[in-house]
């Protein structure tokens, strides 16, 4: 690895990671490195859900699609209601109707009572989820269930990122969720070299406070917003290395 080039720090699982950084412009990937370590790991825990007399899902996660998958769910002829458009293109996948939401939990919500929905529907989740969707529902007069299909344990920094972290190289974490914030704050204590692009504003304040001169936040709350903003944070580092 070149160690002028920006180094993409990915902390999703796996195969999330490694779809983003596919997901990227082939100049931004031509003008960065990355590396993978995640700082959580996903964990099927089930069981499947009773589905019957159920109207439609919501998945706010494609962990949580992955999972009901793994499980052996079903592909039902009911609309399943994604939280944004990259779990949206997993859903269609699957083979589901895929209704798409705004990119938060909050908008999920939202999209549900704007749009008709009567329930009951089921809410396919991890331990850990922001938002409370399936009471803020219920209570807002659409019954809806909620059914935990996985668990997320916390995972440190590795040797080998350590190593690489203590080169002399602008690094760019991309974030998406408050947990691997506060996670991504913890491990990379004494580490000031690192930028971080943060998917909302509530993700941004779960960084250090030291980390706010540090981070800039996606105009929109997907995949899409995340890739634009990482592509130009490369961009304005790689002309920054030129110059100097």
């Known amino acids: 690895m070149d160690d002028q080039r920006p180094l993409l720090l990915l902390t999703r699982p ?3 990671s490694e779809a983003f950084w596919a ?4 100049e931004t990937r031509d003008s960065a490195d990355f590396l993978i370590n995640p ?3 996903i964990h099927v825990s089930g069981p499947l859900p009773d589905l019957s007399g159920v109207t439609g899902l919501i998945f706010t996660s494609a962990n949580a699609l992955d999972a009901y998958a793994t499980l052996g769910g079903p592909v039902l002829d009911i609309p399943a209601i994604a939280v944004g458009p990259a779990t949206g293109a997993a859903i269609q996948a699957f083979g589901f109707r895929a209704d798409v939401a ?32 399936a009471h803020r529902l219920s209570a807002a007069g659409v019954e809806t269930r ?21 080169q002399d190289r602008p690094i760019i974490a991309p974030v998406f969720s408050p947990r691997t914030a506060r996670q991504l704050g913890r491990e990379s204590i004494g580490i000031d070299c690192i930028r971080f692009a943060a998917i909302s504003r509530a993700v941004a304040d779960a960084l250090p406070e030291d980390a706010a001169q540090r981070t800039r936040i996606s105009r929109r709350p997907d ?18 290395e ?3």
């Not at 997901?23 to 082939?26: G, K, Y």
């Not at 634009?228 to 304005?236: F, P, R």
């Open 14 to 16: 796996q195969a999330s």
């Open 23 to 26: 997901a990227l412009p082939e």
């Open 223 to 240: 995949r899409d917003g995340m890739v634009e903003l990482v592509k130009d944070m490369v961009t304005d580092t790689a002309s920054l």
């Open 242 to 244: 030129r110059r100097l």
């Open 146 to 166: 909620e059914a935990v299909l996985y668990t997320q344990k916390l995972e440190p920094f590795s040797a080998a990122t350590r190593e690489a972290l203590s």
């Open 102 to 133: 705004g990119g938060t939990a909050e908008q999920v919500i939202e999209h549900v009572l704007n749009h008709g929905y009567s329930g009951p529907l089921l809410h396919m989740r991890g331990d850990n989820a922001i938002g409370d969707v």
């Open 39 to 41: 700082l959580l790991s």
